[in-house]
């Protein structure tokens, strides 16, 4: 007898290791936008000092390749489901963004539940 998933486990098969590389892609992208706002100014900081200016230029790229690499894989990922002519459901997504409304409600209608509730 087959037993159901669970619901946090999707019905097509995922490589495991997409929903970390989804969940990293989105940390470090934030990170990385956050980072580069401040880039700029450190490089002024840093212009007198051509050692840290270049160990701050190698950090940046560094990360700039790492997500790059995030990004590769995460495309990976997901091209090997659709290639098996699979769909990822509504529940998987959720697992990988928690800010998701809950199913069936738009975000208006989770922003108004959770405003009106005392």
Known sequence: ????SPPWEPDVAVPRWLR???RSD????????????????????LDTWPV????AVM???LAGLWLGLLG????TGLA????????????????VFHDLPPT???????ATDSSSSP
């Not at 840290?52 to 160990?55: G, K, N, Q």
């Not at 090997?80 to 697992?95: D, F, N, Q």
């Open 1 to 4: 007898m087959d037993t159901p």
């Open 20 to 22: 970390i590389t989804m």
């Open 26 to 45: 989105r940390a470090w992208s934030s990170w990385y936008i956050v980072a580069s706002l401040f880039f700029a100014p450190i490089l002024l900081w």
């Open 52 to 55: 840290l200016r270049t160990v």
């Open 59 to 61: 950090v940046i790229a």
């Open 72 to 75: 590769i894989a995460m495309a």
């Open 80 to 95: 090997i489901v659709l290639h098996s002519g699979a769909e990822l459901p509504e529940h998987y997504w959720r697992t």
């Open 104 to 110: 069936g409600q738009s975000a208006n209608a989770a």
